[in-house]
């Protein structure tokens, strides 16, 4: 069978809210089970299953011994999805001819290819466990554990919680989801007890440290619907903006804002990108509600390329000039201030609803309308055909605001380089349908491009920033002369960049469309 399960890492601040919540809400509840759990995983000695997929696990569940086998598992939109079979483990004895999916005991033994079969790590928790009824009909278990994973002489304690699909549509997670935490905060678990006990015998450690997280290549294939292709680029980018927001709340590293920025911009992209296979209102909202998050994120985004992109080399080229480093701590303190405030957003109720919600939409096919009758036909279009007419729309709307570049204003020089992002990022989502080499020629030229068109904007930025009556440092003469330097020096460096800048776009539409 196919286990679909959200996972939550639990503090003893969330297991109490938990369970302070779910006392408060009138589902239909089973009585509170209670157990003790003690898994034992098994692998080779070269870890042959892990590679293959496959996690073998005998487990004591009271007074009787289970044998497990899990295998193929996704996660995505926070959903893990798992084949898992099972059989009696009688006196806790593994026997790998048990297994009664036939198919799968061979793949096992093909795998382990008549190595020895030795622990690789073990799980002890205690389980209190219910079974939910919702309004819908659906049926979900939730289970909190409380333990420890072990392997060997290390242990790492684990506390999670587990909403399991037993009956009805996976909306139902979802919904129950943002019952079980309405004051936001919850943390995703992405790797299943197997993994992390891997981990821990690898590297001591059970959880994997929080860092930011890049964009990353989406495997498409001419062959795909536009539909699964739309599905799997909004997977993706769910999946950076999440670890993003993990990521900020952790670090104060300037990285986790900017990845977590480009994780929007890229969503909302791609939302336009897709709009015609999965346009939908739920879409919009989403769009809308990215906006404002983005909005909020490069405000933090942005004092950090002021200080560590403008002011620290500046002030390294001019280490006698005492004004750099008033100014860098009048700015440092405002930062300080409004990375307090993105992490009460981030954390709270409404960035949660947020990824709730997206994960909802892309993962029931919240795109699908019973009224629009020729829906079915744009959602099963391949999707080079789309990707065709995606690239062509955007490419028009770049020359379109390039007409005329040598007399471009300030705003038209800023509406030109969001431009050439969304390019980017519609290139970055369908270049792997197309020729490599092809590709990677525009995107070199148009990432020269870019660079130069980045730069004018820092300094546009800046200017805002630093010149407005409540600035940073205002008040403060020392500071103020170091802003002068900063503006000037940038505003002369600008101006040649901008003469590049028209070269490097006539050398873009020189190359010409890799597409089409």
């Known amino acids: ?75 995505t939109g926070g959903l893990m999805r798992t084949r898992e079979v099972e059989c ?17 005991q061979a793949e096992i033994g093909a795998v ?35 333990g420890e994973i072990l392997a060997g002489e290390v242990a790492a304690p684990f506390q999670e919680a587990e909403l399991e699909l037993k009956a009805g549509e996976i909306d139902a997670l979802y919904d129950l989801t943002a019952k079980l935490f309405p004051e936001g905060g919850l943390h995703l678990s992405t790797l299943p007890k197997s993994a992390r006990g891997y981990m821990l015998a690898e590297t001591g450690k059970a959880q994997a440290e929080i860092a930011p997280r890049t964009a990353r290549k989406v495997r498409l294939d001419p062959a795909m619907t536009s539909e699964i292709a739309a599905r799997d680029v909004l997977r993706e980018c769910f999946e950076q903006i999440s670890a993003n927001v993990d990521a900020v709340l952790d670090s104060t590293a300037a990285e986790g804002p900017h990845q977590l920025r480009v ?16 346009g939908h209102s739920e879409l919009v909202r989403l769009s809308d509600e990215a906006k404002a998050i983005g909005a909020e994120v490069g405000a933090l985004r942005d004092l950090d390329v002021v200080i560590e992109d403008l002011i620290d080399p500046a002030e390294e080229e001019h280490p006698s000039e005492p004004g750099f480093r008033a100014l860098r701590a009048a700015i440092d303190s405002r930062r300080s201030g409004v990375r307090g405030d993105l992490r009460a957003t981030l954390g709270g109720a409404r960035v949660q609803a947020f990824q709730i919600d997206l994960a909802r939409f892309i993962e029931t096919r919240g795109w699908l309308a ?21 690239l062509a729309k955007r490419w028009k709307s770049v020359r379109r605001h390039a007409r005329g570049i040598d007399h471009l204003t300030i705003d038209g020089r800023h509406e030109l380089r969001k431009e050439l992002k969304k390019l980017r990022y519609t290139i970055e989502f369908l270049g792997p349908l197309y020729p490599e080499k092809k590709v990677a020629l525009f995107v070199k030229r148009l990432k020269m491009l870019q660079t130069v068109f980045g730069d004018l904007n820092d300094l546009a930025m800046a200017e805002h920033m630093l010149c407005q009556p409540d600035s940073p440092a205002a008040r403060n003469p020392a500071a103020q002369r170091a802003v002068g330097w900063l503006l000037g020096s940038r505003a002369v460096r600008s101006e040649a960049a901008w003469s590049h800048a028209k070269e490097l776009w006539r050398g873009l539409k020189r190359t010409g469309p890799f597409w089409g």
């Open 370 to 390: 019973a009224e629009d009758f020729d829906q079915t036909a744009r959602l099963a279009m391949p999707v080079r055909a789309h990707a065709d007419r995606a």
């Open 88 to 104: 009696a483990a009688p006196g806790g004895r593994l026997d790998l001819s048990l297994i009664p999916d036939a198919a799968l």
């Open 263 to 278: 994780g929007l911009r890229r969503l909302r992209s791609a939302f336009g990108v897709f709009k015609p296979i999965v």
């Open 1 to 75: 069978m196919t286990e679909i399960e959200l996972k939550f890492l639990l503090d003893e601040e969330r297991a109490k809210s938990l369970r302070r919540n779910l006392k408060a809400l009138p589902l239909n509840e089973t009585g509170v089970s209670s157990r003790t759990l003690r898994g034992i995983y098994y692998d080779t000695p070269d870890h042959a299953l892990k590679q293959a997929g496959i996690a073998l696990r005998v487990r004591r569940e009271g007074r009787r011994w289970v044998q497990t086998v899990k295998a193929g598992g996704t996660i």
């Open 112 to 146: 382990v290819d008549g190595a020895e079969l030795g622990v690789v790590c073990e799980t002890q928790m205690k389980r209190r466990a219910s079974t939910l009824t919702l309004e819908s009909g659906a049926r979900v278990e939730l289970a909190i554990d409380v």
